[in-house]
């Protein structure tokens, strides 16, 4: 019977597939036997080689099963016309097999072989959707595909291009053109994102962080917002590493230009500034740092003004530094009671700032402000309401501490007591810290009230 013309075409495919591995490999013989230190890679390149060449000498015979078993096209890289093992996207969008791209980036190429396109970036990102189809195929036509292999030299070459282009953008930043200042902080911003090792680089390129601050730090009043809102990110995007919140802290500029932040324009690089100063305060020599350079005033007035993801942000901070005793001292001389007790009463953010406030219990003055603000029976209503246990929990220490300066409130304490029990029943369901705290306030009622009877 005639072969189809499908057949035929797959037939001529196969026998130019088998001549240009039958190159290939003997390229790879060639440099694994001339060359005492031949990259590993070769070798798996030579077995597969050999393999494929033995698969189509089987089945020579049947051209309607080779057509079967040929890779689709979209499985093969376009510089090896091979089966793809480890494909990667590069910035253009195009899908190539890791080492055939890596070789065409590391002789110097910047743009994409297919289109041409300047490449804005040399990061691969691994097309894990069509490493999964191509895997499933080869399976299915009984295809053992190598385990792909990256050895000291690629990864070197890799973490060296990573260095070059981020020094190539630091530099830009410093650029006087507004635009390419721009261009730049974007992509650092989106680089330092969605690569870890974007981050690391910053603790190993010299001044980087001074290179990143600085269009931030010359103090012109019309700073591109734009420029802002990106700089301010990536900052927020490299504090997520431990190493570089101690290499910010030691920038003199670095946290001032947070503070300053607080205070800018657009509440996106405000709300950012201040998850900025959370993450940075992790270590408690920043907590201090922070504090000591006035954080916390502007803090407590982005949260006063009410911006929902920026209100948040706030509080966060502000939690983290006030574990610092001096940090309690100036929240509460900031207004920071004030300001909290007017969010909670609205039932705003109850969880983050009913911690702050049993946080700066503590202080004197704090509580002394709290009572003065009805703090007491606003306590007592969230413990009866069924909002969290935590909340409770906090409303209960907060409670304790504040019959502790004011024994006066005990009284009233008392009258709740006798008219709903709110005490004793969270006495007998609450969560561990809430019994002791409402057992050791209930045996304070109840001293009182001896006393009293006494007297």
């Not at 005639?2 to 130019?16: F, P, S």
């Not at 798996?44 to 049947?62: F, G, I, T, W």
Request: proline share 4%; glycine share 4%.
């Amino acid at each position: 019977m005639a072969k189809t013309t499908t057949e035929k075409g797959a037939v001529l495919e196969v026998k130019t597939t088998a001549e240009q591995l039958k190159r290939e490999l003997q390229i790879l013989v060639q440099s694994i036997v001339e060359e005492d230190d031949y990259a590993l890679e070769a070798a798996d390149r030579a077995m597969q080689a050999l393999s494929c060449l033995k698969e189509l000498k089987l089945k020579h015979s049947n051209p309607q099963s080779l057509l079967l078993t040929l890779p689709p096209p979209e499985f093969r890289c376009p510089l090896s016309g091979q089966l793809m093992i480890d494909p990667v996207v590069i910035a253009s969008g195009q899908t190539f097999d890791r080492p055939f791209i890596q070789n065409w980036l590391n002789e110097g190429n910047r743009t994409c072989p297919q289109t041409e396109q300047v490449l804005s970036h040399m990061i691969l990102v691994p097309n894990v959707l069509l490493k999964d189809m191509i895997s499933r195929w080869s399976r299915e036509h009984g295809i053992q595909l190598p385990t792909p292999v990256q050895d000291v030299d690629e990864e070197k070459a890799i973490a060296n291009a990573d260095r070059g282009r981020l020094s190539s953008l630091l530099e830009k930043l410093s650029s006087s053109a507004v635009s390419d200042q721009k261009i730049a902080a974007k992509e650092i911003r989106q680089l330092t994102k969605r690569s870890p090792s974007f981050r690391v680089l910053f603790g190993e390129i010299t001044n980087a962080i001074s290179y990143l601050i600085e269009p931030l730090a010359s103090g012109k009043p019309d700073i591109d917002p734009d420029l802002e809102e990106d700089l301010i990110t990536t900052i927020l995007n490299l504090s997520i590493l431990d190493t570089n919140k101690k290499l910010f802290a030691e920038n003199p500029a670095g946290i001032p230009l947070l503070i300053e932040a607080l205070k800018f324009e657009r509440i996106e690089t405000r709300s950012n500034a201040a998850a900025a100063l959370f993450t940075l305060s992790a270590i408690d020599s920043n907590k201090y740092m922070i504090g000591e350079l006035g954080a916390l005033k502007p803090l407590i007035e982005l949260l006063e003004e009410g911006h929902p993801p920026a209100m948040k942000d706030a509080a966060s901070a502000i939690f983290s530094l006030c574990v610092v005793l001096e940090n309690k001292s100036r929240a509460v001389s900031d207004g920071a009671v004030g300001v909290i007790m007017k969010k909670i009463v609205d039932h705003l953010l109850m969880d983050e700032l009913l911690a702050i406030l049993a946080m700066l219990a503590s202080h004197q003055k704090a509580i002394e402000e709290m009572a003065e603000l009805g703090a007491l029976s606003f306590l007592l209503n969230v413990i009866r309401e069924k909002t969290s246990e935590r909340n409770k929990e906090n409303c209960i220490a907060i409670l304790y501490t504040m019959c502790f300066y004011d024994r006066a409130k005990l009284r009233e304490i008392r009258k709740e007591e006798d008219a709903n029990g709110t005490i004793s029943q969270l006495a007998l369901n609450g969560t561990s810290r809430a019994k002791r705290k409402a057992l050791g306030l209930l045996e304070r009622i109840n001293r009182y009230a001896a006393i009293s009877n006494t007297a």
